[in-house]
């Protein structure tokens, strides 16, 4: 069978994540769906990670094995022309036969958008309104302490069933743009609401309730209780992947 | 009573417009619900204008009368404490009591939003997605045939019931930014569907299948078949009001 890559946005506003469901429409059974109506088979996608209810992608990545015939590059169009416009397919090529969506990825990086000024109903599904004043570079010196290899248990949410909650991170930044506080996070792999504990956490900081040094312990302690709320799902966007795809990495 | 003004702004993505309705749900439905649970009272406000089902407002203006003793300070923090999250109050003042969301204006600007290149799903709610390449200068300069006092009856669709078509342009600009073509159009008042038949007038210039020269003819002929066709709602968004309100004009 041939293995065929994508790389998909969607909105994630109304769909219930990406994994597939029994009762809810998610991204995975949207491209299902119309993969099926383009090729007559049933596919299952491999996607690049699970997302939360609300959580957008601006590039996120997936693979799947078909016997059809359509050239990897006709994909794109076919898709989009049958697919629900929340998703949209910017991607598609041949892949090596051991290409795997999920397993190729070597770095994925996310970013969370904070909207720090006044309520805006167009930001609403696209960032967490938070009113009360953060500094942001308070918070961009925080987050250099979550470079580096660690145990993240203390930023997992329980309900993640992972072997090791040890992770390796390697960029985490923390910009403003005028009201836009932006969290950015580069890791080979992320634990279950990891990317928005720590931004819960981060915020604290920012908002002067917990100091820059703190973030140090809250990892050494390895408890979630210790790290600051889950931000919510709509200001999480998965940005990037990078991926071996046998010919080198790609992204 | 007292006269109370308001500017507010609404994503129109899940609203059938502005103006109360029967059975759809709507932007003046979810204002006046939330001034009933606040005041008690049954409130019939006065809006600028009608929106038609997925057009947005970033600034647009309403009036109404109570007897509520709320100052008017504290009307926008109490009704965006119980109103949906897709609309905004984002100023209140205590009007003179000739004072008329509709009649007291005296100027509004819409802006008209096009996505000229890659669809896009974080866009698809907030822009007309057109693909073929557009020439904005040559769109900015048919847009200039508009400025003026004119019989706008060409450019107003079916359904609109007014007793003159005769407007008065005061600004008509056509800017490109990236891939976002942006059709800004400033006048004493609009005809039903106006700026998206503009809108769409002026794509057919940009995409060059009419001529810098066509405006002022399609104009003159005061004939609705002689222009383009009605730009979808989403792109369209209600940018300012500026108004009388016997006190000088503000916005």
Known sequence: MRNIAFIISYDGTDFHGFQRQREDFTVQQAIEDALFKITGEEINVHGCGRTDAGVHALNYLLSFKTNSTIPAERFPMAVNSVISDGVYVKKAWEADDEFHGRFSVTRKTY??????????????????????????????????????????????????????????????????????????LTADGFLYNMVRIITGTLVYVGGGKADVGDIKKIIDSKDRTKAGITAPPQGLFMKSVEFDDGKGSGN
Not at 133 to 144: G, V
């Open 111 to 184: 970013v969370y958008r904070i909207n720090n000024g006044e309520f805006n109903p167009f930001l609403r599904n696209y960032t967490w309104h938070y009113k009360y004043p953060l500094d942001a570079e308070k918070m961009q010196q925080a987050a250099k302490a979550l470079v580096g290899t660690h145990d993240f248990n203390c930023f997992m949410a329980s309900g993640g069933q992972v072997e090791s909650t040890v992770r390796t991170m390697f960029n985490a930044d923390v910009t403003r743009n005028g009201d836009i506080v932006e969290v950015s």
